[in-house]
């Protein structure tokens, strides 16, 4: 069996440890639970976030948490939050630290309540997406830009965080290679005789707008024509840091394709993202959006996108 954790429910739980050990092979997904385990670095995620805002001048930094009867990655987000303050010489408020409970509605009450406590805060981390999409849109209705008043970040990275307006900045958990990861070690389980253990996957912060950070690259394009000839002036005088920022930005498309995706069009796929970057860019020296939009398209009848 492959359990995604927690339970939340000590019948369930007591019947998988049952099972255990009665010898049937049970692996779980996510922390919470008793027996091997594949878990992410909870704590290194929240870190992350904690100390990329501190180091941008943020002060008071909210924590809106996830369930507070999750002793699995509720409780380790939770205690992490609370070592990264710490550890980057900050206050911890309790009123900026209230249960989101990892749904969209609990985020946003959580949100309310931040703010109708009256404590100001510049900048929020959330124990998921679902909680941090909630407070956007509670911080929004009240007035509130986003991330010019309050710096925002998620965790989970889910699909829909680049949706959001703006993009939301998060914590990304690599959760496809978790349950392929999950499918390997019980066929080697099963077929090669190898025991079940517990391994944990690394985290890393995705950088996005709601956080306040954008590439150089992008936020010099956007203030428009007035200043793209200042923009090219700068390319010229340091082409070497653009080519670096290109590398990178290819880099992080292709570590956003799933697994599926990768095996199927392999080196194809990072030649695609390549192509893409550099029409972008063309366009961005241009000041003409059909620098990018055509080659875009032609791209992708050649790649049969």
């Known amino acids: 069996m492959i359990v995604f954790a927690p339970l939340r429910d000590p019948s369930r739980s007591r019947y ?3 099972l255990s050990a009665q010898g ?4 779980y997904i996510a922390s919470g639970e008793q027996g091997p385990t594949i878990s992410v670095d909870n704590a290194s995620g929240i870190h992350q976030a904690v100390t990329h805002l501190a180091e941008h001048g943020h002060r008071r930094i909210a924590f809106v948490a996830g369930d507070p009867n999750d002793g699995g990655d509720s409780a380790a987000r939770f205690y992490a939050y609370h070592s990264a303050m710490a550890q980057n010489g900050l206050e911890i408020v309790p009123e900026l630290i209230v249960p989101g409970w990892h749904t969209f509605s609990g985020g946003y009450a959580a949100a309310q309540s931040m703010l109708h406590s009256g404590v100001d805060f510049t900048a929020l981390v959330s124990s998921d997406d679902n909680c941090a999409i909630g407070t956007m849109q509670a911080l929004r209705e009240s007035g509130l830009q986003i991330p010019r008043d309050v710096a925002v970040i998620g965790f989970d990275d889910q699909p829909d965080a680049m949706a959001q307006v703006p993009p939301l900045a998060s914590v990304h958990i690599p959760l496809a290679t978790m349950g392929e990861q999950a499918l390997a070690m019980l066929f080697d389980h099963l ?7 517990s391994i944990q996957i690394p985290t890393r912060l995705v950088p996005r707008q709601s956080y306040g950070c954008m590439p150089n690259v992008v936020s010099l394009a956007g203030k428009g024509a007035s200043d793209s000839q200042s923009f090219t002036s700068h390319s010229d005088q340091g082409t070497d840091v653009i080519e670096a920022i290109l590398q990178r930005l290819v880099v992080e498309m292709v570590s956003t394709l799933t697994a599926s995706a990768l095996l199927h069009f392999g080196e194809r796929a990072a030649r695609f993202c390549a192509s893409l970057v550099q029409a972008f860019y063309a366009s961005l020296k241009a000041n003409d959006p059909l620098a990018f939009q055509k080659p875009c398209w032609s791209y992708c009848r050649n790649w049969n996108l």
Do not use: R
Not at 24 to 27: A, G, Y
Not at 191 to 197: I, T
């Open 191 to 197: 077929v090669n005789g190898f025991d079940l253990e």
């Open 16 to 18: 998988l440890q049952g």
């Open 24 to 27: 049937f092979p049970v692996l």
